[in-house]
């Protein structure tokens, strides 16, 4: 079943086509060797929205220095399921490019988002929650999320304030081994009641070895317990939601991130193209509209990706593991798989600034997450 969700014509939407055309006219350009589509995530997206510049870029990097001063590097984020990474990194880089819901288990890919003062550039990698696989497609994401150690100039480790043990100790095992600079941020002290006492911890899914019904004592002690576990590392109290301590710890990240002249150009904010983020933005809403085992079930591939002066066009597939979960998603005469598309439309043209025409399909891929081929084909798998 193939539904099609369009968006009608808006003064605002055409106000935006010369704006956009900005964006399209040039294919290709090239900074320090590399090579941008005209379609990556940048800045200039960013202030076409309106949206303000995140405060790191002013706080951190204060004054123009000179060139031998500057400094660029990779910061890879780790860190258990759900413990607020993918919040974090769109924190720092000042606007939403990681996609975050409530369940646990979101982020499958290594994401790049780029942030870049007057004298630092930094390079944060958002991985996939670290977990024992369970099957094919949990290896590939834990491959992600090792790549990115093995690129790291600096590791931010992040947990909360419910995590009393790290689940998978051969990741942290390597973490420890890779000798990288540690950063920890113990993020959600916006939880913590006027006493000082993190009290219990939320319900969470069965991924991490925490005790999340328990009182886990006052911050000073969690603290302390990642201070001792982590010998070496600066550990700060952060809230990625309300952007608590996120200054000081952009600044303790830059310490830690070698001289050298900027990767990206001043406007990027990620080497992933437009369409990667629309695939992503689609997954979110089916994340959000389904419950249980199907957003786990479900990939989400894009064909047509045509950006014009006034409408996007996509063409997108939602992939399910088994012929049952086809018509859960699609849902009675079309309902559900009608009520994702008019959210990520509406979520679409948020992010790409113009309207969007979607067209949605389903189809089985049958365990697809424990095949290889498949795993190859959306990008799991090498």
């Given amino acids: 079943m193939r539904v099609s969700i369009r968006s009608l014509p808006s003064s605002q939407h055409l106000s935006k086509a010369l704006a956009l055309s900005c964006l399209l006219c040039c294919t290709i350009r090239r900074t320090q060797g590399f090579a941008f589509s005209s379609n990556c995530a940048s800045r200039q997206n960013n202030c076409r929205r309106g949206r303000p510049s995140p405060a790191t870029a002013v706080d951190v990097g204060r004054g123009s220095r000179a060139?031998?001063?500057?400094?660029?590097?990779?910061?890879?984020?780790?860190?258990?399921?759900?413990?607020?990474?993918?919040?974090?990194?769109?924190?720092?880089?000042?606007?939403?490019?990681?996609?975050?819901?409530?369940?646990?288990?979101?982020?499958?890919?290594?994401?790049?988002?780029?942030?870049?003062?007057?004298?630092?550039?930094m390079i944060y990698q958002d991985t996939p929650g670290v977990l024992t696989p369970a099957y094919m497609l949990h290896e590939g994401m834990m491959n992600f999320v090792q790549e990115a150690m093995g690129d790291a100039d600096a590791i931010l480790?992040?947990?909360?304030?419910?995590?009393?043990?790290?689940?998978n100790t051969q990741i942290f095992e390597r973490m420890l081994a890779a000798g990288k600079p540690i950063v920890v941020a113990v993020n959600k002290v916006d939880l913590l009641p006027s006493d000082g006492k993190s009290g219990d911890g939320p319900e969470r899914p069965g991924l991490l070895a925490a005790s999340t019904q328990k009182e886990v004592g006052s911050l000073k002690d969690v603290l302390g317990k990642w201070e001792e576990r982590l010998p070496g590392a600066t550990v700060l109290p952060i809230s990625a939601l309300e952007g608590i301590n996120t200054v000081d710890l952009a600044g303790e990240l830059k310490k830690h991130i070698p001289e050298g002249p900027p990767l990206f150009g001043t406007d990027v904010m990620s080497d992933k193209p437009q369409r990667f983020f629309a695939a992503e933005i689609i997954r979110e809403q089916i994340f959000g509209s389904f419950s249980q085992e199907i957003p786990y079930s479900c990939e989400v591939l894009l064909g047509k990706f045509k950006e014009r002066m006034v409408e996007t066009v996509i063409d997108a597939t939602i992939v399910v593991s088994?012929?049952?979960?086809?018509g859960m998603v699609i849902g009675k005469k079309g309902a559900k798989i009608k009520?994702?598309?008019?959210?990520?439309?509406?979520?679409?043209?948020?992010?790409?600034?113009?309207?969007v025409n979607l067209r949605l399909n389903v189809k089985v891929d049958k365990n697809w997450r424990r095949k290889k081929t498949s795993l190859k084909e959306y990008g799991y798998m090498s």
């Fill in 157 to 167: 480790f992040v947990t909360d304030l419910f995590e009393t043990e790290f689940a």
């Fill in 322 to 326: 088994q012929e049952s979960q086809k």
């Fill in 339 to 355: 009520e994702v598309g008019i959210k990520a439309r509406v979520a679409l043209e948020e992010h790409l600034g113009t309207r």
């Fill in 67 to 121: 060139a031998e001063d500057f400094r660029t590097g990779y910061v890879t984020i780790v860190g258990s399921p759900n413990v607020g990474k993918s919040t974090l990194m769109n924190n720092m880089i000042g606007d939403r490019l990681s996609i975050v819901t409530p369940k646990a288990g979101t982020t499958r890919h290594r994401i790049t988002g780029i942030m870049t003062g007057d004298d630092f550039q």
